[in-house]
């Protein structure tokens, strides 16, 4: 599938910002004390910024962006429209929590409360971006069990590295230290076990299958339909050499994974580099998880393309 | 709305020959035609006199080979959207602008409501729906629903352009609810075939497959050798004939 760059914008970074709430409702009740305004102000702000540029960014890939709103109405059936319901669900959510911690302070009960509402409305969010793949059949990459469980691990292993940062920024200790690399292990496991089940794929779907004729022998084409490129041929036709995809996912790897953990570890090893680590691990691991979406769409084949090449999907 | 209605009786669609059809490109073309000019149009073209035309069709011809040696033969292919009964290009619209009728099973996309999204084309496992980059709304086969209930037409032209257009009759329309519908019974006789149907999107067109062939070369060297079909020359000319022959 194409890789469209407005897509993998707001995937990863409202991953980010639903991650960082999720964590935010399920750690501010451990905090001790009223937690940090400051810190309040700075991981909410963040959090608020990668969300709405990412809902913007996706505006984007729409041909009539001016009819957005349109997209709420189909909840029922469409996982896109839920999604776009959930996020606009959360986002009030989350400016009340805003408005109630690092604006007027509210009591504790009420800060953690709309922090827990916010949280689980940001889970769901996430948990229907990956349905809106994860329920297209004609993607087998996408269509399989493991496509949820990565948008949620990766979500909360980027909210985790982000929060250490807003952390590092105003001088807060607010995640323990261990819960930001366990959730990048974690993470890393699940997407290693995406790739080994997706790699090991074996489709029904023939190009035998797709015109009818498998049954008659060997399936060729033979004349294509156009001479140029059409629609169907630039959106689901784009191709990526699995040498390239294996050395783009080892980059995945080291920028997501290895770099984070590494850096980590180097500061709590030098107390005098921790601050700087912190705050170099988050953007770094961002850009590992950027190199990760791309690879989600770029290795993404679709069986559509079956009836302009033999092989199969 | 885009949960699928209960399926209705009329469930209108295609047959297509595939041992008929030519591979002529004459249904796509004129089903350009009638749709670039008909409500859904104007279908774009993007730089359709340089090296690279491109454009928005609604339906697409290829052509394959099928076997090996002897048994080999070409196939042409027709591919447009086939209405199908479990049509997830609709449920997943966000905007209620992919619809599916209840009263006949046609697949329509609203475009005044349509957002441009692409979520249905990447639903859509045959590739029938191409999105307009001038308009920024997707498009498909619409079965020609201005033109099959135009009761301004004699009742015969009531049916797709592209059937319509078809030199070599390859191209069936009908009711595929009704088994005593001329394309049920065709389809029936023919083992018409379902495209895809381990997705389970439930197609509403069938294709009929190629008819078995002689068994290739083999029966081609069986057959007796050609007569003659003008009498041995005579007189001067003929005498020429045999002396230059021999
Ligand atoms: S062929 Fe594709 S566009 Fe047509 S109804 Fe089926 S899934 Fe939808
Ligand atoms: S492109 Fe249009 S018709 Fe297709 S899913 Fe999006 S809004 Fe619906």
Redesign the pocket.
């Known amino acids: 599938m194409h890789p469209a760059l407005s897509v993998i914008l707001f995937t990863v970074a409202s991953g980010i910002g639903y991650g960082m709430l999720m964590l935010l409702a399920l750690f501010l009740p451990l905090a001790a004390g009223p937690a940090d305004r400051l810190f309040g102000a700075v991981s909410l702000g963040l959090a608020l910024a990668c969300i709405g540029g990412g809902l913007l960014s996706s505006t984007a890939h729409l041909g009539r962006p001016e009819r957005a709103w349109r997209a709420f109405t189909q909840w029922r059936s469409s996982w896109l429209s839920r999604e776009g319901v959930l996020a606009v669900l959360s986002l009030v959510a989350i400016a009340l929590l805003t408005l109630a911690w690092p604006i007027l302070a509210a009591p504790v009960e009420c800060i953690e409360m709309t922090a827990a509402i916010a949280g689980l409305l940001s889970a769901a969010t996430v948990a229907a971006t990956a349905m809106i793949y994860r329920s297209l059949k004609p993607i087998a990459r996408w269509h399989n069990r493991w496509t949820v469980p990565c948008y949620l691990t990766i979500a909360l292993a980027s909210g985790g590295l982000w929060l250490d940062w807003a952390g590092a920024a105003t001088g807060v200790d607010f995640l323990p230290r261990a819960v930001a690399p366990i959730l990048v292990l974690l993470a890393a496991v699940v997407k290693a076990l995406y790739w080994r089940h997706t790699d090991g794929l074996k489709s029904a779907t023939t190009i035998g299958t797709a015109t009818g004729l498998g049954a008659l022998g060997q399936v060729r084409p033979l004349d294509p339909p156009h001479t140029a490129a059409n629609y169907i041929m630039k959106e689901m036709g784009f191709r990526i050499a699995r040498k390239h995809a294996a050395k783009l996912r080892r980059i995945a790897g080291g920028l997501g994974v290895l770099a984070p953990l590494l850096l980590v570890i180097a500061g709590g090893m030098v107390p005098a580099l921790d601050r700087s680590a912190v705050l170099l691990a988050a953007p770094v691991a961002t850009i590992g998880v950027l190199v990760e979406r791309w690879l989600f769409f770029a290795e993404a084949q679709h069986v559509a393309m079956l009836y302009y090449k033999a092989d199969a999907v | 709305m885009t949960t699928l209605p209960t399926p209705g009786a009329v469930r209108l669609g295609l047959v297509i020959d595939l041992d008929i059809c030519v591979g002529c490109h004459a249904c796509a073309v004129n089903c350009k035609e009638w749709n670039t000019g008909g409500n859904a149009g104007p279908l774009s073209d993007y730089q359709p006199y340089e090296a690279q035309p491109d454009g928005v069709w609604f339906n697409r011809v290829h052509s394959y080979e099928v076997g090996d040696g002897p048994a080999g033969q070409t196939v042409h292919f027709p591919r447009?959207?086939?209405?199908?009964d479990n049509?997830?290009?609709?449920t997943v619209c966000p905007t209620g602008a992919?619809l599916?009728r209840a009263e006949d099973g046609i697949?329509l996309i609203n475009e005044d409501v349509c957002i441009g999204c692409k979520l249905?084309s990447w639903?859509?496992?045959?590739?029938?729906?191409e999105f307009d980059e001038d308009v920024g709304v997707m498009r498909?086969?619409t079965l020609c629903v201005d033109r099959i209930y135009d009761e301004a037409r004699p009742e015969a032209e009531r049916v797709p352009a592209c059937v319509s257009t078809c030199p070599a009759s390859a191209r069936h329309f009908g009711d595929l609810g009704d088994p005593a519908s001329d394309v049920s019974r065709m389809v029936a006789d023919r083992e018409g075939m379902a495209l895809m149907p381990e997705l389970g999107?439930r197609?509403t067109?069938r294709y009929l497959p190629p008819r078995a062939k002689g068994s290739g070369c083999s029966a081609h060297a069986k057959s007796p050798a050609l007569e003659p079909v003008m009498p041995e020359g005579t007189g001067f000319l003929g005498w020429l004939d045999r002396l230059l022959s021999a």
Do not use: F
């Open positions: 447009s959207c086939l209405h199908c049509a997830e290009c609709v992919s599916k697949v249905c639903a859509c496992p045959y590739g029938a729906r498909k086969c999107y197609p067109n």
